[in-house]
């Protein structure tokens, strides 16, 4: 009985130490959010971690230590319910409201009472780390709060969104770093760093009014009027993680908290053989090889103007390569001879195929981090979200060029396929750039599992900067450079002052002895 006790307790205390309890909330139901982080929850469970994952995807078979919580439920599937004119948002205050409006609030309320989450929440469950998406809605801080969780993990599946910056204080600056809803790159000319200035702060007031408020009162809603306001409840969190990477997106300045972790969702060990109709067909066009072409999930591809399918069927007529082309043959109309419809692809495999010459893309990040890890040039048709900004860095770098869908037809697309096919310096370009990409101290896997790892060792406040318990004028020196302005000024005053005062002497006193002297 005792030796038994003993071994319970030795393996309580081996894996005690290092299993921690981890709860993840991913409320968004992007299929490509969740598809980000999935491999960190995987490798956290392989390594010993209890992980509790709420999210609209649950493993299709169970994994050990990974329990799955499923609240696909609580929001409609997301797939293939864009059309292409809904999501085409030219005006980047337009993408701001549509995300903030359609993205935000609105999905607090659904997942924050599925049954599911409330089970976990109401159970007082206790956990030693929470990991939840940072997007348009923080409502899900929340449940940190209410189970006193004491490491917060913020995960982002693009590079930083405005608001995610003053948490840890991250430097966001401007004059260099584009606003996640602008297609700016990371060199401006004054009016484009007017605009993007005024950008910052557009974003960041929106941000507040159109998801922070309403989020608010919802999240009081489930958890009592006495919940901390959300600047509280954010100063919580400890790390952020985030899908940005010097040769995808601009290069930048981060805080100590902040992990840029881009292409966490490439295996380490490279792409999946590719089924083997797909390599067969891959393998036989040697010559002229392949162009991939996908909008990814969430466009719905049979819903391009008519206009827009003839210019792509008279422009792939025209070249020489087979076009792959993700969609459901039944609902297109008649494609060119050269275009196969394909329903699912393994993105990643075709992509690293080494016939597969072009990537036509709305420019999402995943995809476009794929190409590039593929070494493949881009043609970009941006639509919503950050596929502007993304396209933008590429066609700067020179391994891209794009097109407005608003003005697509058969000349532009005509050129822009003949430029990237026939033009070496594209696929060059793509090239090194695949070999930076690839380029790293560690997997971006292993990297991320060890900063979980390394605040479950050393505490929630091991990657904090003072900066971050700052007031905005204290962190901004608004206070000193008030202190400065009005010590000048009364100086300037004094002088002037001082100044007249002796000029007046001076003047009576030759006043008198002009007087004097007459
Ligand atoms: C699950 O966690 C335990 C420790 O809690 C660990 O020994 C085991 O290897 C993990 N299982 C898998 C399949 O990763
Ligand atoms: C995509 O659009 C087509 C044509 O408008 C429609 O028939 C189909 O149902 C749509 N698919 C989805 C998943 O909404
Ligand atoms: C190929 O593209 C590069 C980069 O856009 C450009 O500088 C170069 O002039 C092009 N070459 C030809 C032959 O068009």
Same mark, same amino acid.
């Given at each position: ?12 205390v081996?894996?005690?130490?290092d ?11 992007a299929?490509s ?9 995987k490798?956290? =469970?392989?390594?010993g971690?209890?992980?509790v ?13 990974? &329990? ?14 864009m059309?292409? *004119? ?24 659904p997942?924050? *009472?599925?049954?599911?989450l ?5 159970s007082?469950?206790k ?11 923080? /409502?899900?801080?929340?449940? =940190?709060?209410v ?7 913020? &995960?982002?599946?693009?590079? %930083?969104?405005?608001?995610a910056?003053?948490?840890?204080? #991250?430097? +966001? ?20 760093r007017?605009?993007? *200035?005024?950008? !910052? !702060? ?27 306001d959300?600047? %509280?409840?954010?100063?919580k969190?400890?790390?952020?993680l985030?899908n940005g990477?010097?040769?995808?997106? &601009? ?9 840029e ?16 109709h ?11 090889g392949?162009?991939?072409f ?5 466009i ?8 827009? !399918?003839? =210019? ?24 060119? $001879?050269?275009?196969? /419809?394909?329903?699912?692809?393994p993105?990643l ?10 990537f ?7 995809? &476009?981090?794929?190409?590039?890890? /593929? ?7 941006p ?5 502007h ?8 770098k020179g391994l ?17 396929? #003949? +430029?990237?096919?026939t #033009? ?30 390394y ?8 990657l904090?900067?003072? =900066? ?6 204290q962190?901004l ?25 002796v000029?007046r002497?001076k ?8 007087? $004097?002297?007459?």
């Amino acid at each position: 009985m005792n030796f038994l006790f003993a071994l319970t307790l030795i393996a309580c205390v081996i894996f005690g130490v290092d299993g921690a309890r981890i709860l993840v909330v991913f409320p968004h139901q992007a299929r490509s959010h969740y598809n980000v982080y999935e491999p960190l929850l995987k490798r956290l =469970a392989e390594k010993g971690h209890q992980v509790v994952s709420v999210s609209h995807f649950p493993q299709k078979t169970p994994l050990a230590n990974l &329990t799955d919580v499923d609240v696909s439920s609580s929001l409609p599937s997301l797939i293939g319910t864009m059309t292409m *004119s809904q999501s085409d948002k030219v005006y980047k205050w337009l993408k701001l409201k549509s995300v903030l409006e359609n993205r935000g609030s609105v999905i607090c309320d659904p997942v924050l *009472s599925h049954p599911g989450l409330r089970k976990i929440v109401q159970s007082r469950e206790k956990f030693d780390v929470y990991i939840v998406e940072i997007f348009v809605s923080d /409502c899900f801080l929340s449940i =940190a709060h209410v189970l006193e969780i004491p490491i917060v993990i913020g &995960t982002i599946t693009s590079v %930083t969104v405005p608001w995610a910056n003053d948490v840890l204080r #991250n430097p +966001e600056i401007p004059s260099y770093i584009p606003n996640w809803f602008s297609s700016y790159t990371d060199r401006m000319n004054f009016f484009e760093r007017f605009g993007n *200035s005024v950008d !910052f !702060f557009v974003t960041k007031l929106a941000y507040r009014y159109l998801s922070d408020n309403p989020s608010y009162e919802i999240a009081k809603k489930h958890f009592g009027n006495d919940l901390p306001d959300f600047d %509280t409840l954010r100063s919580k969190i400890s790390l952020i993680l985030t899908n940005g990477h010097p040769v995808i997106s &601009t290069p930048r300045a981060v805080a100590p908290g902040f992990k840029e972790l881009g292409g966490i969702h490439i295996p380490p060990s490279g792409p999946q053989p590719l089924p083997k109709h797909l390599q067969d067909f891959l393998d036989a066009q040697g010559n002229d090889g392949v162009i991939y072409f996908s909008l990814g999930s969430q466009i719905n591809s049979s819903t391009m103007s008519n206009q827009v !399918f003839a =210019a792509f069927y008279k422009a792939f007529e025209q070249v020489p390569q087979q076009i792959l082309w993700k969609c459901s043959e039944e609902k297109m109309p008649r494609l060119a $001879k050269n275009v196969k /419809c394909i329903e699912w692809a393994p993105q990643l495999s075709i992509l690293c195929h080494p016939n597969v010459r072009l990537f036509i893309t709305h420019g999402g990040l995943l995809g &476009t981090q794929e190409a590039v890890y /593929c070494g493949v040039p881009i043609l970009g048709i941006p639509l919503f979200g950050d596929q502007h900004l993304n396209m933008a860095y590429f066609v700067k770098k020179g391994l891209a060029r794009q097109l407005n869908y608003q003005q697509l037809s058969y000349e532009p697309l005509s050129n822009a396929l #003949n +430029e990237l096919l026939t #033009n070496k310096s594209y696929t060059d370009t793509a090239r090194k750039a695949s070999l930076q990409f690839r380029d790293r101290p560690i997997p971006p896997l292993d990297e991320g599992v060890y900063w979980v790892e390394y605040l479950i060792r050393h505490g929630p406040g091991s990657l904090k900067i003072a =900066a971050a318990d700052l007031t905005w004028y204290q962190y901004l020196l608004l206070d000193v450079i008030l202190v400065t302005i009005v010590s000048i000024l009364l100086a300037t005053w004094s002088v002037y002052k001082l100044c007249k005062l002796v000029f007046r002497r001076k003047n009576v006193a030759s006043v008198s002895s002009n007087k $004097k002297r007459m």
